[in-house]
C-alpha cells in the first residue's frame, strides 16, 4: 500500500488499532521506499531494518492478544544521529563517532518507543549539528526532495530528517535545534517542525552542539503529528537537570481547530520587511487566513533581537569548543574542514565575552516576555529565503546579494536565544515551487498554543498535504 507512506502518524496509529493494517506492513513499505529512494536523497546514515521489523512483529502481536496500546503503536520514525540508541551506532554525522555504540537509549527514544513507535533508522545531518545548511562530506549531503534536478539544501542540521519525512521515507522524525536546525530544513522542505520551549524536553542522551542553547524536538508533516510525538516526548527528566517540572499539557487535545479571539503579533520590521518577496507575499497571505478565522492581528517589534547574532555567537563558540577540545587536538584530521573551521576560533572567546552573551540573552528573553504579554503568538516568515542550490555562498534577496548561512539563521536563532517555543509551518511555495514555511511563535511553556494556531492553519489550507515531484 504505496499510500501508506503518507499516512499521518495519527492515521497510522489508528489504522494499526483496528486491524486494517499490520505494524509489520507499514514498517516494510517504509523500509522498500527507503530503499528505492534513498540512493539518491541520502537522508539515512544508518538503516535500522531488522530491529524495525522484528519491533513490528512485537507491536503487531499485542495488537491481536489486545493488549493496552500507546498512542503510537506501531508508528515507525526516523532519529537524527545524535540522539543515543542503545546497541546501534550514533555518529553524530562525523568520521570521529562513526564506529560508537551507546549502551542505552536517549530519553525520548525510550519515550516514543514505549509510547508504541517504532525507529526505522538514524538520519543524516549536518557534522556535530554543526551548520544550517545541512552539508555531510563523510556520508553525503542529502538531496532536497523538492526539486528532483537541482541538487538543493534540505537546512541543518537536522536534513536527513527533512528529506526523509518530506520525501514519504519516515512519517515523522526527532530534529535538534540550536539556531533553527529543526525549522529551517522545515521550512525548505515543507513540513511542520517545533522546536519547544527549552527545559521542555529532555536532551539526555543526546549529542550537545551549545548546552544552554540546544532543544530538541519533532519534524512531521502535520502540526496533529507534531503533537502526538511531543507528548510523548516532553516531560521533566532526572537525567536532564535543565528540565522543567511544569505539567505537560494534552497537546492533541489543545487542537480545538479555533483561534477567534487570540491576538497575533505580526513581526513586520526585521523580519517580514526584509525577506524575499515569495516569502512576505505567502506569510501576509497566511496572516490574513487566521484572520479569517476570527484572530486579531496586529504589528509588534523586538528591539533586542538586533543583539541576538552576537550573543549566540558567543554562546556556541565556546561551548562547542568545550566539548570538541580534545578531538579538535587529537583527530583534527577526521572533522570535515567546514566545522572544524567553525568550532577553532571558540578557543579564543574569553570567560567575560561568554557572560556578556548570556547576559543579552537574559535582555532578550525579556523583552519577548513583555511582547508576549500583550499577544498570544508572534508570526514571521521562518526563513527569507527559499532552498539555494548545494554550494551557493549568497542569495539573491530582492535584487542584492546575502550570505546563504546567516540568511538561513537570521529569523530562527533569535527563539534559541530567548528559549521560547517556535514551530515552522508550511504556508506557500515560490515561483519555482519550492516551499515557505512560517513561524509561529509563544509563550515559554506555552508549545499547545503554537501548536493550536498551526493546527486551525492548517485545517483550512493544504500546503502541508502537497507531496515532492518523486514519484509514488
Same mark, same amino acid.
Given at each position: 500500500?504505496?499510500?501508506?507512506?503518507? @499516512?499521518?502518524?495519527?492515521?497510522? &496509529?489508528?489504522?494499526?488499532? =483496528?486491524?486494517?493494517?499490520?505494524?509489520?506492513?507499514?514498517?516494510?513499505?517504509?523500509?522498500?521506499?527507503?530503499?528505492?529512494?534513498?540512493?539518491?536523497?541520502?537522508?539515512?546514515?544508518?538503516?535500522? #531494518?531488522?530491529?524495525?521489523?522484528?519491533?513490528?512483529?512485537?507491536? /503487531?502481536?499485542?495488537?491481536?492478544?489486545?493488549?493496552?496500546?500507546?498512542?503510537?503503536? $506501531?508508528?515507525?520514525?526516523?532519529?537524527?544521529?545524535?540522539?543515543?540508541?542503545? $546497541?546501534?551506532?550514533?555518529?553524530?554525522?562525523?568520521?570521529?563517532?562513526?564506529?560508537?555504540?551507546?549502551?542505552?537509549? &536517549?530519553?525520548?527514544?525510550?519515550?516514543?518507543?514505549?509510547?508504541? @513507535?517504532?525507529?526505522?533508522?538514524?538520519?543524516?545531518?549536518? /557534522?556535530?549539528?554543526?551548520?544550517?545548511?545541512?552539508?555531510?562530506?563523510?556520508?553525503?549531503?542529502?538531496?532536497?526532495?523538492?526539486?528532483?534536478?537541482?541538487?538543493?539544501?534540505?537546512? $541543518?542540521?537536522?536534513?536527513?530528517?527533512?528529506?526523509?519525512?518530506?520525501?514519504?521515507?519516515?512519517?515523522?522524525?526527532?530534529?535538534?535545534?540550536?539556531?533553527?536546525?529543526?525549522?529551517?530544513?522545515?521550512?525548505?522542505?515543507?513540513? =511542520?517542525?517545533?522546536?519547544?520551549?527549552?527545559?521542555?524536553?529532555?536532551? &539526555?542522551?543526546?549529542?550537545?552542539?551549545?548546552?544552554?542553547?540546544?532543544?530538541?524536538?519533532?519534524?512531521?508533516?502535520?502540526?496533529?503529528?507534531?503533537?502526538?510525538?511531543?507528548?510523548?516526548?516532553?516531560?521533566?527528566?532526572?537525567?536532564?537537570?535543565?528540565?522543567?517540572?511544569?505539567?505537560?499539557?494534552?497537546?492533541?487535545?489543545?487542537? =480545538?481547530?479555533?483561534?477567534?479571539?487570540?491576538?497575533? $503579533?505580526?513581526?513586520?520590521?526585521?523580519?517580514?520587511?526584509?525577506?524575499?518577496?515569495?516569502?512576505?507575499?505567502?506569510?501576509?497571505?497566511?496572516?490574513?487566513?487566521? /484572520?479569517?478565522?476570527?484572530?486579531?492581528?496586529?504589528?509588534? %517589534?523586538?528591539?533586542?533581537? =538586533?543583539?541576538?547574532?552576537?550573543?549566540?555567537?558567543? %554562546?556556541?563558540?565556546?561551548?562547542?569548543?568545550?566539548?570538541? /577540545?580534545?578531538?579538535?587536538?587529537?583527530?583534527?584530521?577526521?572533522?570535515?574542514?567546514? !566545522?572544524?573551521?567553525?568550532?577553532?576560533?571558540? &578557543?579564543?572567546?574569553?570567560? #567575560?565575552?561568554?557572560?556578556?552573551?548570556?547576559?543579552?540573552?537574559?535582555?532578550?528573553?525579556?523583552?519577548?516576555?513583555?511582547?508576549?504579554?500583550? %499577544?498570544?503568538?508572534?508570526?514571521?516568515?521562518?526563513?527569507?529565503?527559499?532552498?539555494?542550490?548545494?554550494?551557493?555562498?549568497?542569495?539573491?534577496?530582492?535584487?542584492?546579494?546575502?550570505?546563504?548561512?546567516?540568511?538561513?539563521?537570521?529569523?530562527?536563532?533569535?527563539?534559541? !536565544?530567548?528559549?521560547?517555543?517556535? @514551530?515552522?509551518?508550511?504556508?506557500?511555495?515560490?515561483?519555482?515551487?519550492?516551499?515557505?514555511?512560517?513561524? !509561529?511563535?509563544?509563550?515559554?511553556?506555552?508549545? @499547545?498554543?503554537?501548536?493550536?494556531?498551526?493546527? #486551525?492553519?492548517?485545517?483550512?489550507?493544504?500546503?502541508?498535504?502537497?507531496?515532492?515531484?518523486?514519484?509514488?
Amino acid at each position: 500500500m504505496a499510500d501508506l507512506v503518507w @499516512a499521518s502518524m495519527g492515521e497510522l &496509529a489508528r489504522l494499526i488499532a =483496528t486491524k486494517a493494517v499490520s505494524p509489520l506492513e507499514v514498517v516494510q513499505t517504509h523500509l522498500d521506499r527507503i530503499a528505492a529512494l534513498d540512493g539518491k536523497l541520502r537522508s539515512y546514515i544508518t538503516v535500522m #531494518a531488522d530491529p524495525a521489523r522484528r519491533a513490528a512483529r512485537a507491536a /503487531e502481536a499485542a495488537v491481536m492478544s489486545r493488549e493496552r496500546l500507546g498512542p503510537l503503536h $506501531g508508528v515507525p520514525f526516523g532519529l537524527k544521529d545524535l540522539y543515543c540508541t542503545k $546497541g546501534v551506532r550514533t555518529t553524530g554525522g562525523s568520521r570521529i563517532l562513526a564506529d560508537w555504540v551507546p549502551v542505552e537509549d &536517549a530519553t525520548v527514544v525510550s519515550r516514543l518507543t514505549a509510547a508504541g @513507535a517504532i525507529v526505522l533508522g538514524k538520519l543524516n545531518m549536518h /557534522e556535530f549539528a554543526y551548520g544550517p545548511e545541512g552539508l555531510n562530506v563523510h556520508y553525503g549531503t542529502c538531496w532536497n526532495p523538492w526539486d528532483p534536478t537541482t541538487h538543493r539544501f534540505c537546512g $541543518g542540521s537536522s536534513s536527513g530528517s527533512g528529506a526523509a519525512v518530506a520525501a514519504g521515507l519516515c512519517p515523522g522524525a526527532l530534529g535538534s535545534d540550536t539556531g533553527g536546525s529543526i525549522r529551517i530544513p522545515s521550512s525548505l522542505c515543507g513540513l =511542520t517542525g517545533i522546536k519547544p520551549t527549552y527545559g521542555r524536553v529532555s536532551r &539526555a542522551g543526546v549529542l550537545p552542539l551549545a548546552w544552554s542553547l540546544d532543544h530538541v524536538g519533532p519534524m512531521c508533516r502535520s502540526a496533529a503529528d507534531c503533537a502526538l510525538m511531543l507528548g510523548a516526548m516532553a516531560g521533566h527528566d532526572p537525567g536532564d537537570p535543565s528540565t522543567s517540572t511544569l505539567p505537560v499539557p494534552d497537546y492533541v487535545a489543545a487542537l =480545538t481547530g479555533q483561534v477567534r479571539g487570540l491576538r497575533v $503579533g505580526l513581526l513586520r520590521r526585521s523580519f517580514l520587511e526584509s525577506a524575499g518577496a515569495a516569502q512576505r507575499q505567502v506569510v501576509e497571505q497566511a496572516v490574513r487566513t487566521l /484572520e479569517g478565522q476570527g484572530a486579531s492581528v496586529r504589528e509588534v %517589534v523586538l528591539d533586542q533581537m =538586533t543583539y541576538a547574532a552576537g550573543a549566540a555567537a558567543a %554562546v556556541i563558540s565556546a561551548e562547542s569548543y568545550a566539548y570538541h /577540545e580534545h578531538w579538535l587536538k587529537t583527530r583534527p584530521e577526521e572533522y570535515g574542514r567546514d !566545522v572544524r573551521e567553525r568550532l577553532l576560533p571558540g &578557543a579564543f572567546v574569553s570567560g #567575560a565575552d561568554y557572560l556578556r552573551g548570556q547576559r543579552v540573552r537574559g535582555l532578550i528573553r525579556d523583552e519577548m516576555d513583555r511582547v508576549l504579554a500583550d %499577544v498570544d503568538v508572534l508570526i514571521a516568515p521562518t526563513l527569507p529565503i527559499a532552498a539555494p542550490p548545494v554550494g551557493a555562498r549568497e542569495v539573491d534577496i530582492d535584487g542584492r546579494p546575502h550570505p546563504v548561512r546567516a540568511s538561513l539563521v537570521r529569523y530562527t536563532r533569535p527563539f534559541n !536565544v530567548s528559549g521560547h517555543p517556535a @514551530a515552522s509551518v508550511p504556508c506557500g511555495f515560490t515561483p519555482d515551487g519550492l516551499p515557505i514555511g512560517m513561524q !509561529v511563535i509563544g509563550r515559554s511553556f506555552d508549545e @499547545a498554543t503554537v501548536l493550536r494556531v498551526a493546527d #486551525a492553519y492548517q485545517r483550512v489550507t493544504d500546503w502541508h498535504t502537497r507531496r515532492p515531484p518523486l514519484g509514488g
